[in-house]
C-alpha cells in the first residue's frame, strides 16, 4: 500500500469514528466518505456515513473532527437523486457541474456532493474505503430513487 492510500485508511477511520456516535441500536455502517458540500464562496466538510436504511452527513473540519450536528437522511425521504448526472431531472444532467456531483433532495433540502473517486484517475487518488464507501452511497442513492 502507498503512502497516499495510507493517509487515506487513516482518513476513513477518522471519518467512521466522527459517524460511529450517530449509529442506531444495531446499525451497521456499510461505508464512509470524505465530501465537500459547495456553497457559494467556500464548502463545507462532511464526513458521509452510509447504513442500510439511512445517511449520516456529519459537518468536519480540517482535522477532521465534527463541526456541528449531524444531518440524518432516511431512504424514504429522498425525493430525487442523480448520480454524475444520471438518474435525475435533465436538469441535473445538463449542469456543468453534474459530472462531478452526487445529488439529492429531501422534502425540505437539497444536497450536492462531491466526492473523490468514481475514474481511474481519482481511484488511484483515493484509498480503498473511499472506494468502498463511495459505492455504497452510490448504491443507496440509486435504490432511494422512486
Known amino acids: 500500500m502507498g503512502f497516499v492510500a495510507e493517509k487515506w485508511e487513516e482518513t476513513s477511520r477518522r471519518l467512521a469514528a ?4 450517530h449509529l442506531g441500536a444495531g446499525e451497521a455502517l456499510t461505508g464512509v466518505v470524505y465530501a465537500t458540500r459547495p456553497k457559494l464562496f467556500s464548502a463545507a466538510l462532511l464526513a458521509v456515513g452510509v447504513t442500510p436504511s439511512r445517511l449520516i452527513l456529519v459537518p468536519v473540519d480540517r482535522r477532521l473532527e465534527s463541526a456541528g450536528p449531524p444531518v440524518l437522511v432516511s431512504r424514504e425521504e429522498i425525493t430525487d437523486a442523480a448520480v454524475w448526472g444520471w438518474g435525475g431531472s435533465v436538469r441535473d444532467f445538463l449542469s456543468a457541474s453534474a459530472g462531478n456531483e452526487l445529488r439529492f433532495a429531501t422534502a425540505t433540502e437539497k ?3 462531491h466526492v473523490l473517486g468514481g475514474n481511474l484517475l481519482e481511484d488511484t487518488l483515493s484509498g480503498p474505503t ?7 452511497l452510490i448504491e443507496f442513492l ?3 430513487q422512486r
Open 18 to 21: 466522527q459517524v460511529a456516535p
Open 111 to 113: 444536497f450536492r456532493l
Open 130 to 136: 473511499q472506494r468502498s464507501g463511495l459505492e455504497a
Open 142 to 144: 440509486l435504490s432511494a
